[in-house]
Protein backbone atom coordinates (compact mmCIF):
# COMPACT_ATOMS: atom_id res chain seq x y z
CA UNK A 1 0.00 0.00 0.00
CA UNK A 2 1.50 3.44 -1.01
CA UNK A 3 2.22 5.47 1.59
CA UNK A 4 -0.22 8.45 2.48
CA UNK A 5 0.77 11.85 0.67
CA UNK A 6 2.56 14.52 2.72
CA UNK A 7 -0.08 16.86 3.88
CA UNK A 8 3.33 19.65 4.23
CA UNK A 9 3.21 19.76 0.33
CA UNK A 10 0.29 22.43 -0.50
CA UNK A 11 -0.34 20.56 -3.66
CA UNK A 12 -1.16 17.83 -1.96
CA UNK A 13 -3.27 19.69 0.91
CA UNK A 14 -5.00 21.11 -2.07
CA UNK A 15 -5.94 17.58 -3.38
CA UNK A 16 -6.82 16.04 -0.39
CA UNK A 17 -9.54 19.01 0.49
CA UNK A 18 -10.65 19.30 -2.59
CA UNK A 19 -11.40 15.37 -2.64
CA UNK A 20 -13.14 15.71 0.86
CA UNK A 21 -15.40 18.47 -0.42
CA UNK A 22 -16.78 16.44 -3.71
CA UNK A 23 -19.80 13.50 -3.76
CA UNK A 24 -20.02 11.13 -6.39
CA UNK A 25 -18.94 7.98 -7.89
CA UNK A 26 -15.33 6.94 -6.64
CA UNK A 27 -14.08 6.60 -9.65
CA UNK A 28 -14.57 9.47 -11.24
CA UNK A 29 -14.44 11.42 -8.55
CA UNK A 30 -10.61 10.16 -8.25
CA UNK A 31 -9.89 10.64 -11.81
CA UNK A 32 -11.21 14.17 -11.70
CA UNK A 33 -9.18 15.12 -8.03
CA UNK A 34 -5.80 13.49 -9.49
CA UNK A 35 -6.09 15.49 -12.94
CA UNK A 36 -6.50 19.06 -10.91
CA UNK A 37 -3.59 18.00 -8.58
CA UNK A 38 -1.30 17.08 -11.55
CA UNK A 39 -2.48 20.39 -13.28
CA UNK A 40 -1.73 22.56 -9.88
CA UNK A 41 1.88 20.84 -9.83
CA UNK A 42 2.62 21.45 -13.35
CA UNK A 43 1.26 24.98 -13.10
CA UNK A 44 3.82 25.41 -9.65
CA UNK A 45 6.40 23.45 -12.00
CA UNK A 46 6.06 26.39 -14.66
CA UNK A 47 6.46 29.16 -12.49
CA UNK A 48 8.89 27.58 -10.45
CA UNK A 49 10.83 27.23 -13.62
CA UNK A 50 10.28 30.93 -14.74
CA UNK A 51 12.36 31.72 -11.14
CA UNK A 52 9.80 32.39 -8.69
CA UNK A 53 10.30 31.40 -5.09
CA UNK A 54 8.76 28.56 -4.23
CA UNK A 55 6.24 29.59 -1.89
CA UNK A 56 5.01 32.57 -4.40
CA UNK A 57 4.86 30.21 -7.06
CA UNK A 58 2.13 27.88 -5.21
CA UNK A 59 0.25 31.31 -4.28
CA UNK A 60 0.19 32.19 -7.77
CA UNK A 61 -0.86 28.95 -9.07
CA UNK A 62 -3.46 28.56 -7.21
CA UNK A 63 -4.79 31.90 -7.48
CA UNK A 64 -5.10 30.90 -11.39
CA UNK A 65 -6.14 27.42 -10.80
CA UNK A 66 -8.73 29.17 -8.59
CA UNK A 67 -9.45 28.65 -5.08
CA UNK A 68 -10.98 24.90 -3.91
CA UNK A 69 -14.04 26.12 -3.63
CA UNK A 70 -14.50 27.80 -7.27
CA UNK A 71 -13.09 24.47 -8.63
CA UNK A 72 -15.45 21.57 -6.22
CA UNK A 73 -18.44 24.19 -7.80
CA UNK A 74 -17.66 23.08 -11.14
CA UNK A 75 -15.96 19.73 -10.39
CA UNK A 76 -19.51 18.72 -8.25
CA UNK A 77 -21.50 19.42 -11.16
CA UNK A 78 -19.68 17.53 -13.42
CA UNK A 79 -19.88 14.44 -10.55
CA UNK A 80 -23.60 15.10 -9.87
CA UNK A 81 -24.36 14.18 -13.45
CA UNK A 82 -21.99 11.01 -13.18
CA UNK A 83 -23.90 10.15 -9.85
CA UNK A 84 -26.77 10.65 -11.94
CA UNK A 85 -25.95 8.01 -14.67
CA UNK A 86 -25.00 5.84 -12.12
CA UNK A 87 -27.77 5.50 -10.68
CA UNK A 88 -30.34 5.59 -13.66
CA UNK A 89 -27.41 2.42 -14.98
CA UNK A 90 -28.29 0.86 -11.18
CA UNK A 91 -32.09 1.72 -12.00
CA UNK A 92 -31.89 0.51 -15.50
CA UNK A 93 -30.26 -2.83 -14.33
CA UNK A 94 -32.25 -3.85 -11.73
CA UNK A 95 -35.93 -2.86 -12.85
CA UNK A 96 -36.55 -5.03 -15.43
CA UNK A 97 -35.17 -7.84 -12.64
CA UNK A 98 -38.15 -6.55 -10.55
CA UNK A 99 -40.66 -6.92 -13.47
CA UNK A 100 -39.69 -10.25 -14.13
CA UNK A 101 -40.02 -11.36 -10.41
CA UNK A 102 -43.29 -10.18 -10.41
CA UNK A 103 -44.63 -11.22 -13.31
CA UNK A 104 -42.74 -15.23 -12.61
CA UNK A 105 -44.66 -14.94 -9.59
CA UNK A 106 -47.86 -13.48 -10.78
CA UNK A 107 -47.89 -16.25 -12.65
CA UNK A 108 -47.19 -19.04 -10.62
CA UNK A 109 -50.38 -17.89 -8.29
CA UNK A 110 -53.47 -17.86 -10.63
CA UNK A 111 -55.70 -20.14 -8.47
CA UNK A 112 -53.01 -22.77 -7.69
CA UNK A 113 -51.78 -22.06 -4.41
CA UNK A 114 -49.10 -19.71 -5.46
CA UNK A 115 -49.03 -16.26 -4.31
CA UNK A 116 -51.81 -14.54 -2.43
CA UNK A 117 -54.30 -11.95 -3.70
CA UNK A 118 -53.06 -9.12 -2.20
CA UNK A 119 -49.10 -9.90 -3.52
CA UNK A 120 -50.89 -10.03 -6.96
CA UNK A 121 -52.31 -6.84 -6.80
CA UNK A 122 -49.04 -5.20 -5.39
CA UNK A 123 -46.98 -7.06 -8.20
CA UNK A 124 -49.38 -5.06 -10.58
CA UNK A 125 -48.91 -1.85 -9.10
CA UNK A 126 -45.45 -2.33 -8.34
CA UNK A 127 -44.47 -3.85 -11.89
CA UNK A 128 -45.97 -1.02 -13.45
CA UNK A 129 -44.16 1.87 -11.43
CA UNK A 130 -40.28 -0.11 -11.96
CA UNK A 131 -41.17 -0.71 -15.56
CA UNK A 132 -42.14 3.37 -15.45
CA UNK A 133 -39.02 4.13 -13.81
CA UNK A 134 -36.61 2.35 -16.31
CA UNK A 135 -37.94 3.90 -19.06
CA UNK A 136 -37.16 6.88 -16.61
CA UNK A 137 -33.64 6.03 -16.19
CA UNK A 138 -32.89 5.37 -19.95
CA UNK A 139 -33.90 9.09 -20.85
CA UNK A 140 -31.93 10.05 -18.22
CA UNK A 141 -29.40 8.31 -19.92
CA UNK A 142 -29.56 9.36 -22.82
CA UNK A 143 -29.89 12.79 -21.86
CA UNK A 144 -26.58 13.29 -20.04
CA UNK A 145 -24.94 11.21 -22.91
CA UNK A 146 -24.44 12.45 -26.47
CA UNK A 147 -28.14 13.82 -25.88
CA UNK A 148 -26.62 16.45 -23.71
CA UNK A 149 -24.81 18.07 -26.14
CA UNK A 150 -28.31 19.54 -27.33
CA UNK A 151 -30.65 19.36 -23.94
CA UNK A 152 -28.13 21.31 -21.52
CA UNK A 153 -30.55 22.74 -19.32
CA UNK A 154 -31.96 19.07 -19.31
CA UNK A 155 -28.63 18.15 -17.53
CA UNK A 156 -28.86 21.19 -14.56
CA UNK A 157 -32.31 19.48 -13.23
CA UNK A 158 -32.29 15.95 -14.12
CA UNK A 159 -30.01 14.66 -11.39
CA UNK A 160 -32.74 15.44 -8.82
CA UNK A 161 -35.07 13.86 -10.70
CA UNK A 162 -33.12 10.20 -11.15
CA UNK A 163 -32.74 10.65 -7.48
CA UNK A 164 -36.31 10.97 -6.04
CA UNK A 165 -36.80 8.29 -8.89
CA UNK A 166 -34.16 6.13 -7.60
CA UNK A 167 -35.49 6.75 -4.27
CA UNK A 168 -39.19 5.81 -4.83
CA UNK A 169 -38.19 2.68 -6.81
CA UNK A 170 -35.82 1.47 -4.06
CA UNK A 171 -39.29 2.11 -1.45
CA UNK A 172 -40.63 -0.09 -4.16
CA UNK A 173 -37.66 -2.61 -3.93
CA UNK A 174 -38.43 -2.49 -0.31
CA UNK A 175 -42.37 -3.10 -0.24
CA UNK A 176 -41.83 -6.10 -2.97
CA UNK A 177 -38.93 -7.84 0.05
CA UNK A 178 -41.59 -7.53 2.01
CA UNK A 179 -44.85 -8.82 0.38
CA UNK A 180 -42.73 -11.60 -1.42
CA UNK A 181 -41.33 -12.43 2.19
CA UNK A 182 -44.87 -12.96 3.30
CA UNK A 183 -46.02 -14.83 0.36
CA UNK A 184 -43.45 -17.49 0.89
CA UNK A 185 -45.27 -18.88 3.56
CA UNK A 186 -48.51 -18.79 1.57
CA UNK A 187 -46.93 -20.00 -1.58
CA UNK A 188 -46.86 -23.59 -2.66
CA UNK A 189 -43.89 -22.86 -5.48
CA UNK A 190 -42.37 -20.74 -2.62
CA UNK A 191 -38.56 -21.30 -3.64
CA UNK A 192 -39.19 -19.20 -6.05
CA UNK A 193 -40.59 -16.63 -4.25
CA UNK A 194 -37.95 -16.77 -1.67
CA UNK A 195 -35.32 -16.34 -5.01
CA UNK A 196 -37.30 -13.36 -6.22
CA UNK A 197 -37.67 -11.53 -2.99
CA UNK A 198 -33.77 -11.99 -2.63
CA UNK A 199 -33.65 -10.64 -5.85
CA UNK A 200 -35.33 -7.58 -4.83
CA UNK A 201 -33.37 -6.89 -1.76
CA UNK A 202 -30.51 -6.79 -3.78
CA UNK A 203 -31.95 -4.38 -6.05
CA UNK A 204 -32.81 -2.58 -3.09
CA UNK A 205 -29.52 -2.40 -1.45
CA UNK A 206 -27.63 -1.11 -4.76
CA UNK A 207 -30.58 1.17 -6.06
CA UNK A 208 -31.31 2.81 -2.46
CA UNK A 209 -27.30 3.31 -1.86
CA UNK A 210 -26.68 4.83 -4.74
CA UNK A 211 -29.97 6.89 -4.94
CA UNK A 212 -29.14 8.29 -1.82
CA UNK A 213 -25.66 9.73 -3.04
CA UNK A 214 -27.70 10.95 -5.70
CA UNK A 215 -30.10 13.39 -3.50
CA UNK A 216 -26.73 14.15 -1.98
CA UNK A 217 -24.88 15.35 -4.88
CA UNK A 218 -28.04 16.94 -6.55
CA UNK A 219 -28.39 18.96 -3.33
CA UNK A 220 -24.80 20.21 -3.29
CA UNK A 221 -24.87 21.37 -6.51
CA UNK A 222 -28.20 23.33 -6.07
CA UNK A 223 -26.25 25.02 -3.55
CA UNK A 224 -23.05 26.23 -5.90
CA UNK A 225 -23.11 29.06 -7.76
CA UNK A 226 -22.25 28.48 -11.73
CA UNK A 227 -18.72 29.40 -12.41
CA UNK A 228 -17.74 27.62 -15.59
CA UNK B 1 -10.81 39.43 -20.89
CA UNK B 2 -13.10 38.48 -17.65
CA UNK B 3 -13.86 35.22 -16.66
CA UNK B 4 -18.01 35.89 -16.89
CA UNK B 5 -17.55 36.87 -20.63
CA UNK B 6 -15.46 33.29 -21.94
CA UNK B 7 -18.12 31.40 -19.97
CA UNK B 8 -20.59 30.66 -23.33
CA UNK B 9 -17.10 29.81 -25.05
CA UNK B 10 -15.58 27.33 -23.54
CA UNK B 11 -16.53 24.45 -24.91
CA UNK B 12 -15.67 25.71 -28.44
CA UNK B 13 -12.35 26.98 -27.24
CA UNK B 14 -11.45 23.91 -26.09
CA UNK B 15 -12.46 21.59 -29.19
CA UNK B 16 -10.59 24.10 -31.24
CA UNK B 17 -7.16 23.73 -28.85
CA UNK B 18 -7.42 20.04 -29.35
CA UNK B 19 -8.13 20.15 -33.56
CA UNK B 20 -4.42 19.61 -34.27
CA UNK B 21 -4.07 16.51 -32.11
CA UNK B 22 -4.08 14.84 -28.81
CA UNK B 23 -3.53 16.76 -25.58
CA UNK B 24 -3.55 16.73 -22.05
CA UNK B 25 -5.30 18.89 -19.32
CA UNK B 26 -2.23 21.22 -18.69
CA UNK B 27 -1.27 21.14 -22.27
CA UNK B 28 -5.02 22.08 -23.04
CA UNK B 29 -5.04 25.23 -20.37
CA UNK B 30 -1.65 26.41 -21.82
CA UNK B 31 -2.82 26.07 -25.40
CA UNK B 32 -5.81 28.60 -24.72
CA UNK B 33 -3.75 31.04 -22.81
CA UNK B 34 -1.01 31.27 -25.37
CA UNK B 35 -3.76 31.39 -28.56
CA UNK B 36 -5.59 33.93 -26.63
CA UNK B 37 -2.03 35.93 -25.97
CA UNK B 38 -2.66 35.49 -21.95
CA UNK B 39 -5.61 38.03 -22.58
CA UNK B 40 -8.21 35.01 -21.19
CA UNK B 41 -8.89 35.10 -17.13
CA UNK B 42 -9.70 31.64 -16.61
CA UNK B 43 -10.12 30.06 -13.37
CA UNK B 44 -7.99 27.01 -15.08
CA UNK B 45 -8.78 24.31 -12.40
CA UNK B 46 -12.71 24.67 -14.00
CA UNK B 47 -11.17 23.47 -17.38
CA UNK B 48 -10.80 19.41 -16.03
CA UNK B 49 -14.58 19.04 -15.04
CA UNK B 50 -15.40 20.82 -18.65
CA UNK B 51 -13.08 18.19 -20.51
CA UNK B 52 -14.56 15.37 -18.92
CA UNK B 53 -17.87 17.07 -19.48
CA UNK B 54 -16.95 17.47 -22.85
CA UNK B 55 -16.17 13.33 -23.10
CA UNK B 56 -19.39 12.92 -21.41
CA UNK B 57 -21.14 14.27 -24.49
CA UNK B 58 -19.17 12.79 -27.14
CA UNK B 59 -17.59 15.88 -28.41
CA UNK B 60 -13.97 14.20 -27.11
CA UNK B 61 -12.82 10.92 -26.38
CA UNK B 62 -9.64 10.24 -23.92
CA UNK B 63 -6.75 7.96 -22.90
CA UNK B 64 -3.92 7.46 -20.49
CA UNK B 65 -0.41 7.98 -21.18
CA UNK B 66 2.51 6.77 -19.51
CA UNK B 67 4.45 10.07 -18.21
CA UNK B 68 7.69 8.53 -16.68
CA UNK B 69 6.53 6.82 -12.94
CA UNK B 70 2.98 8.19 -13.13
CA UNK B 71 -0.46 8.44 -16.01
CA UNK B 72 -1.89 11.25 -17.75
CA UNK B 73 -5.54 11.63 -19.58
CA UNK B 74 -5.01 13.04 -23.25
CA UNK B 75 -8.11 14.32 -24.91
CA UNK B 76 -8.46 14.59 -28.62
CA UNK B 77 -11.79 15.36 -30.96
CA UNK B 78 -14.28 12.48 -31.89
CA UNK B 79 -15.89 13.03 -34.94
CA UNK B 80 -18.87 14.42 -33.51
CA UNK B 81 -16.72 17.04 -31.68
CA UNK B 82 -14.76 18.09 -35.44
CA UNK B 83 -18.45 18.70 -35.98
CA UNK B 84 -19.71 20.98 -33.38
CA UNK B 85 -16.50 22.74 -33.23
CA UNK B 86 -17.24 23.90 -37.05
CA UNK B 87 -20.67 24.56 -35.96
CA UNK B 88 -19.18 26.45 -33.05
CA UNK B 89 -17.30 28.40 -35.82
CA UNK B 90 -19.89 29.40 -37.88
CA UNK B 91 -22.30 30.49 -35.20
CA UNK B 92 -19.11 32.74 -33.93
CA UNK B 93 -18.69 34.54 -37.07
CA UNK B 94 -22.33 35.00 -37.73
CA UNK B 95 -22.58 36.09 -34.81
CA UNK B 96 -19.46 39.05 -34.70
CA UNK B 97 -20.38 40.14 -38.43
CA UNK B 98 -24.13 41.20 -37.26
CA UNK B 99 -22.84 42.66 -33.94
CA UNK B 100 -19.83 44.21 -35.64
CA UNK B 101 -22.31 45.93 -38.07
CA UNK B 102 -24.14 47.67 -35.65
CA UNK B 103 -21.53 48.95 -33.27
CA UNK B 104 -18.93 49.40 -36.22
CA UNK B 105 -21.11 50.27 -39.45
CA UNK B 106 -19.40 51.03 -42.64
CA UNK B 107 -19.70 54.22 -43.86
CA UNK B 108 -21.97 54.50 -46.46
CA UNK B 109 -20.36 56.06 -49.63
CA UNK B 110 -21.43 59.24 -50.76
CA UNK B 111 -23.38 60.00 -47.33
CA UNK B 112 -21.44 62.48 -46.26
CA UNK B 113 -21.63 64.34 -49.61
CA UNK B 114 -25.58 64.12 -49.52
CA UNK B 115 -25.60 65.61 -46.00
CA UNK B 116 -23.70 68.38 -46.66
CA UNK B 117 -25.46 69.45 -49.85
Keep these: ?52 PAERAVREAVAEFGSVAEVAASCQRELTVAQARH ?64 LPVATERLPAAVAW ?15 LATAAFLAEQWPLTVLAGALAAASHAVVAGSARVCRECARLSSREPAVA | MRHDAVRGHLDGLLLAVVEPGPLHGYAIITAVQERSGGALELRTGTIYPALNRLE ?62
Excluded at chain 1, 165 to 179: E, R
Excluded at chain 2, 65 to 73: I, L, N
Design chain 1, 1 to 52: MAPPPPLDDPVERYAVELAAALRGPAGARERLVVEVRDGLAETVAAYEAAGV
Design chain 1, 87 to 150: TARALALTGPFLVACWWLVRGTGDGQGGVSGFAQQVAVQLSSAAAVAVVLAALALAATGAWGRW
Design chain 1, 165 to 179: TGTAASVAMAVTTLT
Design chain 2, 56 to 117: RVGLLRSDWEAVGQRKRRRYELTEAGRRQLAEERSAWRDFTRVIGAVLDPAPVPGAATGAAT
